[in-house]
């Protein structure tokens, strides 16, 4: 939408204690300004009004999406109120930028996604943590590759009774609701913070796990829940704590969280979110060696002015919003799925809670996993009991030469590594060398290197059956089936070098 001054006119829809985190992004920002506020009570109006300098207040929703000089409105009501107001604002067409969660159920997001997308708004959902410096910058750190391949994410957040800035009454009544609804303070409201963080560093989630509990009954912590990731296998985790007696230092909520990304060179850690519990550089990387601080701004108001400008450039139609609301209804079902795997006590997939029979997927969807990484289909099999493995004999070289042939060079490099193999049997003996240099393979054929770190002698069926996946490398060594000499550990590198 093309502005009606030079300044775009932004109306704020739900005054409370939020607004002050949403109004700092826009009382100096010279592309944008607070034009308009909405909120049912008289009192809070009039004290916005004046602190903030805006030219119009409403107590009447509708009213206000009426006015034709306002360009846009920020809605930070409480969820529920989320899909009507987005409907209303959709029909009046003017832009949205809503406070996050989108909203409190699928259902409800995709009604108001299709509003949406049949009025054309532009439409965002305010997500601050994506925007706060040293996440930003602990994202391009990963992306450069400044600690390896990325293997877990840890976030731990901590809560008090004390610290911090004053909570009005309305704003906890609102949040009590929700929780008496399964959706609680920590877990699910301030939890889509941790879960929108968790996606922007490391990617989408492909299953989920975890459990909550409560020490009064109201409040959910002690929680942990823990994913794994959809590219390969890194996994996170994240821990909630509520600590009865603890005074937490903060400028904003009495509440605070720190975070670490373990690769597989160095270890980043981003040290404060919310609060200030901990002192020091808001961002460092451990290499081995040393530790390098990251001089990064790290007042968590500025992650509200970043999504703020996003918002602003958005509507200017220079930049894309971030969250959208595909986005945002990716966050809401990661989210949604941990609640239902405390709920049931198993792992959940996300993507199932967009199916018919959610549970019949997750069942399939385990045991195809289980298939292909050579756990199943039975105990009986896996310990290669009963089975007949001596036709797979003839393939054994040939599957081999395929699986270096078939070598991808991993980002972070595979130590050097010369293994010797020794294949016998009723076939001939067949000697090979299985080499790793300079991150890259080859076979050599017709003896074992002279040099090799690691000797293992097999017979053909055991080695083919392992390639096939049809037996596991220790189940073999297990049964006295593969014979070693040298450095065991070596046998570690082949694993991670040809993914076995």
């Excluded at 910058?137 to 840890?154: E, F, H, S």
Aim: charged share 25%; aromatic share 8%.
């Amino acid at each position: 939408m093309a502005p009606t001054v030079e300044k775009l006119n932004i109306a704020l829809v739900g005054c409370g204690r939020i607004a002050d985190l949403h109004a700092a992004g826009l009382l100096d920002n010279p592309r944008a300004r607070i034009h308009a506020v909405c909120d049912t009570r008289a009192d809070t109006l009039a004290r916005r009004k004046a602190q903030w300098g805006v030219e119009k207040c409403y107590r009447d929703y509708a009213e206000l999406l009426a006015d034709p000089a306002v360009d846009a409105v920020e809605i930070l009501t409480p969820q529920k109120l989320h899909e009507p107001m987005l409907a209303a604002a959709a029909a009046a067409g003017k832009p949205v930028a809503m406070q996050k969660p989108i909203s409190t159920d699928l259902a409800s997001t995709d009604r108001m996604l299709a509003a949406v997308a049949a009025s054309g708004i532009r439409f965002k959902v305010t997500e601050n943590y994506v925007f706060y410096p040293p996440i930003v910058l602990a994202r391009k750190l990963i992306a450069d590759g400044a600690i390896g391949a990325p293997v877990t994410l840890r976030i731990q957040y901590v809560s008090g009774p004390t610290g911090g800035w004053e909570v009005p009454a309305s704003a906890w009544e609102w949040r009590v609701k929700e929780a008496s609804e399964g959706r609680g303070f920590a877990t699910f409201d301030h939890g889509h913070h941790l879960w929108s963080t968790a996606w922007y560093l490391l990617g989408d989630v492909e299953r989920v796990w975890g459990a909550v509990d409560s020490w009064d009954g109201v409040v959910d912590c002690p929680a942990v829940f823990a994913f794994k990731y959809a590219s390969g296998k890194t996994y996170g985790s994240v821990s909630f704590v509520h600590c009865q007696n603890l005074r937490v230092p903060s400028s904003y909520y009495s509440n605070d969280e720190w975070i670490e990304v373990h690769g597989t060179r160095g270890i980043l850690s981003i040290r404060r979110c919310t609060g200030n519990i901990n002192d020091g550089p808001a961002l460092v990387v451990f290499d081995g060696t040393k530790h390098t601080p990251h001089d990064v701004a790290s007042d968590w108001k500025l992650g509200f002015v970043g999504a703020t400008n996003n918002f602003v450039a958005m509507l200017r139609g220079e930049e894309e919003p971030l969250l959208s609301g595909a986005q945002a209804r990716g966050i809401l079902r990661f989210a949604l799925a941990l609640q239902e795997a405390h709920r049931t006590r198993r792992h959940v997939y996300p993507e199932e809670l967009d199916r018919s029979f959610p549970r019949l997927y997750a069942w399939r969807r385990q045991r195809r996993e289980l298939v292909e990484s050579g756990v199943s289909p039975g105990l009986l099999e896996r310990l290669g009991i009963g089975q007949n493995l001596s036709a797979l004999a003839p393939q054994a070289v040939e599957l081999t030469r395929q699986m270096v042939q078939g070598f991808t060079p991993p980002a972070d490099p595979i130590p050097d590594t010369r293994i010797g193999l020794t294949l016998t049997g009723d076939l001939a003996e067949v000697r090979l060398g299985l080499i790793v240099e300079n991150n890259a393979a080859r076979l050599l054929e017709g003896d074992v290197p002279p040099d090799a770190t690691l000797t293992v002698t097999m017979s053909h069926a055991t080695w083919a059956a392992i390639l096939l996946k049809r037996k596991r490398v220790e189940t073999a060594l297990l049964q006295g089936k593969i014979r070693f000499q040298g450095r065991a550990e070596e046998a570690l590198k082949l694993k991670a070098a040809f993914r076995m």
